[in-house]
């Protein structure tokens, strides 16, 4: 099923995302664990698409996995570290899959990315539109409450959200955030900016402090003190 679709029958959805694994011996037991989550019967899952596409020949499989469990599965696909063939030989694959959802992000800069060289994808905007004129799939895009880290305002990241919208995103979800008037004025904000896709709220279950205060480095969330405090008490 398109979620396209999914959300013209339903107003709340739940959904969970898995992480290919990153070596092969852990294939089985990230499957396994795919598995049993799907028997919790979420409305979907989505399975990421490794940092410079570093799991990516994975993405696929788990997805072929989750949808012969009943459940519907969104793909990630990255493009700052592929080219136009690439990312064709991706989405054939897909096809073939029978996965018809993909969420198109730029991804990670790889290491020892040079900005000045010239690359067929800089942003996913161009992603999308790429999907877009390939056909058959429905297509979802990343957005930041708080703002990209890369951009200097908020005004700035929303003007360039609309963009990749307009290119043919179907629907959003958000980065992970801890204060939920972050996302109520980023709804509001979008919504005077014309952007009317659904819209879905990334929640981002704390299990590691290390890993956390990471995270939170590299995406510029902020983290209420309130939770700070937790987070310090119980690392």
């Known amino acids: 099923m398109k979620l396209s679709n999914l959300w013209k029958e339903k107003d709340v959805t739940l959904s969970f995302e898995a992480f290919p694994p990153k070596k092969d011996s852990d294939f089985d037991s990230v499957a396994t664990a795919v598995e049993k989550i799907a028997q919790l019967k979420p409305d979907f899952m989505s399975v990421t698409y490794g940092a410079g596409g570093g799991t990516s020949t994975y993405t696929s499989q788990i997805a072929q996995i989750v949808q012969a469990q009943g459940v519907t599965a969104l793909a990630h696909l990255t493009c700052v570290s592929s080219d136009r063939e690439r990312i064709h030989h991706e989405l054939d694959a897909l096809k073939e899959a029978g996965i018809e959802n993909i969420l198109a992000l730029r ?20 992603l999308v539109q790429e999907i877009q004129a390939y056909g058959g799939f429905c297509i979802g895009g990343a957005c930041y409450p708080e703002g990209h880290v890369e951009c200097l305002s908020q005004a700035e990241d929303l003007r360039h959200l609309k963009e990749k919208v307009d290119c043919g995103v179907d629907f959003l979800t958000t980065q992970m955030f801890f204060d939920n008037s972050a996302l109520y004025s980023f709804l509001y904000r979008a ?45």
């Open 191 to 235: 919504q005077e900016v014309g952007i009317n896709v659904p819209i879905l709220a990334g929640i981002m279950p704390v299990t590691n402090a290390a890993q956390m205060t990471r995270i939170l480095s590299l995406s510029g969330t902020t983290l209420p003190n309130r939770f700070r405090m937790i987070l310090d008490r119980f690392r």
């Open 107 to 126: 991804g990670d800069y790889p290491e020892g990315y040079d900005p000045a060289a010239p690359r067929d994808f800089r942003y996913a905007y161009e």
